[in-house]
């Protein structure tokens, strides 16, 4: 993240206060919930860097053997944690009100601190697999108060060094269409441009995992449940989540800061970072306006998810996201465990290397915008 400075202290300010700032959960469970988020897409760089802080600060050692060895409180969030890492759109009010009512229950702001643990982790999952550094062992230090991993060299494990690859096209139809991209589409044009994009995303890989290894099994319950493509989702019977009708800054902003003080400020900022960050510059070319470019990945994203923006106009996405880049965002967001360092490079490889950095971090910040506005829809039904 060191290419983008301003983003890397929102990162780090996000990191700050949910782990180590005073807050509702102890500093064992913060920690321990971050090993369960990273146990649903086998994530061993962060489950091990968990697993050794959560013993730096007194956690007890037997619960590293496995999610029987834990209080039942925390057995309780794990269904919230397996829903919202590979099906946030089934989460409802009456998985909230399971972990809230009876006996080793979760107080709101309890919970609003554990909601936020879950997606940051889930979400990071997908950047460390794009970067492929999941099988880094980088040493932990510590900036103001907060652990995070120093790599041994400042790149993308397995991505190549040179700004730029060229090939018969490259990037040069891309930062074309983005300046011809301009008539204005009327309502019902962009809801049917919305369910082609989303009709297309059947056509990904879907290959099978590899199961687990050993020192990941005890930290995961149910694993052959997972994203569900819609080739097996029926999604002319599920109703859209409309944004407009449920948005960041007009609903999720104000109900996570009433479960978890201050919080949304420092979300809101990392995500605006992550996605108004520009350096007017595409594969090398400079002068290039990005933007519809940026909005393009992040809509993609919302549509993975079965999310609606009616004010957005859902030609860019075919326009300007090319099979395979649509491929690797999709499986960086569903699958990111399957990504391996051949995809990634194939995928990315006209960019410059802040430039692929950038795409990651709008793909972990859209992917964690995303399932946290469905964990709070249902946080905010079952408070209605």
Known sequence: MKF???YLEAFLSLQEFIIYREGPLPIQYRHYIAIMAAGRHKCTYLINFHKKQFLEHNGDPSWLFGLSHVPRKLRNLYEINKILAHRPWLV???????VVKGPNSWSLSDLGHAIILLVHFHSLCSFVF?????????RAVKVSGVYFRR????????????????DDEGLEPIVERMKKLSEPAT??????????VQSQLCDSDTSADNGLNPDIKPFVEDSGYSYLDCSRRQFAQQSSFILQEFSW??????????LFNDIGLILDKKFQTAYNMTYYTMGGRPDIDTSRFREAIW??????YGMRNDDYDYEDVTQLLRSQLRVFIKTAVCYPERLNKITTDNTL?????SEKIHINLMIMEARMQSELLFVLRAVMNYML
């Open 299 to 304: 809509n993609y994203i919302y549509c993975i």
């Open 130 to 138: 794009a970067c492929n550094l999941n099988d880094e062992i980088p």
């Open 249 to 258: 800054n007009h609903h999720g902003y104000s109900l996570i800061n009433r």
């Open 151 to 166: 790599r041994s060299k400042p790149c993308l494990r397995g991505y190549a060094d040179e700004s730029v690859i060229s």
């Open 92 to 98: 409802t009010k009456e998985d909230i009100q399971k």
């Open 349 to 353: 490889k006209h960019f410059e290397l």
């Open 187 to 196: 309502e019902q044009e962009r809801i049917q441009r919305y369910e082609l």
């Open 4 to 6: 983008h400075s301003t």
